[in-house]
């Protein structure tokens, strides 16, 4: 039972070390994109799409597309941004499962060699 436990805890650290990876790195490459989404509403629209968009102009004067694409972009960048922070999270519980059932493995193999040790003399 102790052995098949011990595979199961490299399987999933592996899987974990795995997803994390990938969403991580989907994570930056995204995050990438959605930066320069907001740097080209930016470009089209002023410094003046940052600002947020709320209270009496939000119901009074309609958005621009580069209020729009800058917001979009931003609500997009950060989400990856979470997507990515997780994924490094699944890479670090991962390796600390891996690790831990490294150190396992051999202080078993440790402890065995004594007693084969005993037995044959």
């Known amino acids: 039972m102790a052995r098949s436990t011990g595979k199961i805890v490299v399987i999933v650290g592996i899987s974990l070390i795995a997803l994390g990876a990938a969403n991580a790195i989907t994570g930056d490459v995204k995050m990438d994109e959605y930066r320069a989404r907001k740097h080209a509403a930016i470009a089209a629209g ?19 597309d580069a209020q729009l694409l800058y917001e979009g972009a ?38 065995r060699r004594p007693e084969r040790q005993t037995q044959t003399a």
């Open 46 to 64: 002023g410094e003046s799409v940052r600002l947020p968009f709320s209270g009496t102009p939000s119901i009074l004067d309609p958005s621009t």
């Open 74 to 111: 931003s609500i997009k960048y950060e989400y990856y941004r979470i997507v990515r922070r997780g994924g490094r999270y699944f890479i670090g519980i991962g390796a600390v499962l891996l690790i831990g059932a490294a150190i396992r493995s051999r202080l078993k193999r440790r402890n």
